[in-house]
Structure formats: C-alpha cells, structure tokens
C-alpha cells in the first residue's frame, strides 16, 4: 500500500516567512509523528500525535512551531516568521498505534531552505 | 538523559569485507532499538529492529543483537556490497515509547 507522503518536498522561503509542511500518514495509523533532520543537531524528535488525545510537543523548539492534525489523519507543521536555522529536512513519520514494539514509517521528507 | 551513541564515520570499506558499526544507548527501562538505513537521496528506511534482550534482528545480511548488559546494539554484515553505501542511524524508542532518539549516523561508503 502507500506509504507516507509529503508535500512539498522542496520548499525555499525568505527569512520572516510563515511555511507549511504536509503530512499524509499510512492509511489506518493512528500515530504521527515529526522530526526534523539538520547538520548540526542531527535527527530530532519535534512532536507526536496519538489519535484525538493532546499531542506530545516536548520537541518543539520554539514557539514559532506548531502543527495540528485534522480528522485524525493529515498533519500540517506550521513555521512561523522563518529564521535561517529552520533550514532542515522535516520528516514525518507514522505507526499503526503508539508503543515501544511498533515500527515508526518515515516518508521522504521536506527539505526548508530559508534564505 | 536518553541517548544513542554511534561510531563516527564515514566508514570506506571494499566490497565483500566485515562491517561493524557500534551502537550503545542510556535509556530508562527497556526501550525497543532500531536501525534505520538512509541510501543517497532517499528517506529513512527501517533496516531491522529488536524489541527485549537478546532479541536479534536481521534483514538483507544485516545483523544486531539487543545486548542489556552492555546496552548495545551493534550492526554486523559479513560481506558488504557497493549498494549499502548509505547513512546508518541507530535509535531507540524513549519518552513513554513515543518518540525515538537518534544517533548522529554512520556513512558507509563500500568501494568495488
């Protein structure tokens, strides 16, 4: 079946700039999830959705980032006033539920250039 | 804190020779471990994974054995081949079992 999907998966955008980033997860997970791969920090864990509970945003490294998912199913990671250091590769990622013996499906990733 | 730590690479190899890529983790309790595979230009890919102790997980001659004494989860392939030229991540599963923590990678580039 189709795995996860992402759009776009380019995106350059000037300094100051509000981006968003989709996610399509693998039909019938009910856990998504987004990381954010950079040079320096490498891979990251940004913030986790669990069905229709509140999601876990431990990751989010400011207040310029926020996400939501409607109906349960696609996810939009939203940036804010974009900075230079927001360049990265955005994954997301999804799980037929949440728990440690469930395997976590990674699409292919928006790479954010902010110039 | 919970944390994976990986050899640094790159890792040249020629082609049909022994691969080890070590991995060790600090976590609470018993996390599931992971290894994910990213070949050139293309999205993280799980490799295998083991989810208790002593578990080993295998896939395309790949090898990792979920070691609690010595929290490692190291990557073995008896003889690699030019198409596992790829970045390796090594990671576990923390935070109540929801979000994994990566390890900074591992490129592998096997030479004919």
């Known amino acids: 079946g189709a795995g996860v999907s992402q759009s776009p998966s380019n995106k350059v955008t000037e300094k100051g700039k509000d981006v968003e980033l989709r996610c399509d997860p693998i039909?019938?997970?009910?856990?998504l999830y987004w990381y954010r791969q950079s040079l320096g920090q490498g891979l990251e864990f940004l913030i986790y959705f669990q069905g229709n509970s509140a999601p876990d945003k431990s990751g989010l490294p400011s207040d310029r980032f926020s996400a939501e998912r409607t109906g349960g199913s696609v996810s939009t990671l939203t940036i804010q006033r974009t900075q230079q250091e927001d360049s990265a590769v955005y994954l997301c990622a999804s799980s037929p539920q949440a728990g440690g013996r469930e395997t976590q499906y990674f699409g292919p990733g928006t790479r954010l250039l902010v110039l | 804190g919970n944390s994976v730590t990986q050899m640094e690479g790159p890792v040249t190899l020629s082609e049909e020779a022994f691969l080890t890529i070590n991995c060790t983790y600090t976590?609470?309790?018993?996390?599931?471990l992971f290894w994910y595979v990213q070949y050139p230009g293309e999205g993280l890919q799980l490799l295998l994974k083991?989810?208790?102790?002593?578990d080993k997980g295998s896939n395309k001659g790949f090898e990792a054995t979920y070691r609690k004494e010595t929290t490692s989860f190291h990557l073995e392939k008896g003889s690699v081949q030019v198409s596992d030229s790829a970045v390796y991540f090594c990671?576990?599963?923390?935070?109540?079992?929801?979000?994994?923590?990566f390890g900074a990678g591992t490129r592998l580039a096997v030479h004919p």
């Open positions: 039909s019938g997970h009910t856990a």
């Open positions: 976590a609470t309790g018993y996390p599931s």
């Open positions: 083991a989810t208790k102790a002593d």
């Open positions: 990671a576990h599963l923390s935070g109540g079992y929801n979000k994994l923590i």
